[in-house]
């Protein structure tokens, strides 16, 4: 197509008098990038298209693979959590506990379940009673943990 254009150029610039250069007219040399945007533009269109029918398929498949229990509420998608994490079925597990947390994200259960996925962490002082841990304000997510405790 590029070819084809360069060569109508081509053709247009070489019309005339073939002693005196005819100098490119503007407008066409608008019109052959013009084109080459929307032919890039073009493109990406298609690419973000095969990759979004990509991710449909790929998603499609893992939804084929780990079906969601039957009655779905919060106790029975728990249980697939926890039977999951049982068996070692990590990739069962990820997609489970991900269904979870964008199902029911105020759910009691939602601390635990990213716990057993691994993306929360119990904290633990020492002291049982005179310590402020995991015991007083929950599950502490990686992102929060500023560093690491040393005992000397």
Do not use: W
Request: hydrophobic share 40%; glycine share 6%.
């Amino acid at each position: 197509m590029k070819a084809a254009l360069l060569g109508l150029l081509g053709l247009a610039f070489s019309v005339g008098c073939a002693q005196k250069p005819v100098q490119p007219s503007v407008n066409l040399t608008q019109l052959f990038y013009r084109h080459l945007r929307l032919e890039k533009r073009q493109e990406r269109f298609n690419f973000s298209r095969v990759l979004e029918n990509a991710r449909h398929r790929e998603q499609a498949q893992i939804d084929k693979k780990y079906p969601l229990p039957s009655p779905l509420n919060e106790q029975s998608l728990y249980s697939a959590v926890v039977r999951a994490y049982q068996a070692r079925q990590l990739g069962a597990l990820d997609y489970y506990v991900s269904q979870f947390v964008y199902r029911f994200p105020q759910s009691v259960f939602a601390d635990s379940a990213l716990y057993l996925r691994g993306e929360t962490y119990l904290i633990l002082g020492n002291l049982p009673a005179g310590t402020l841990d995991s015991s007083r304000f929950g599950l502490v997510g990686l992102q929060d943990i500023i560093g690491k405790a040393i005992i000397k």
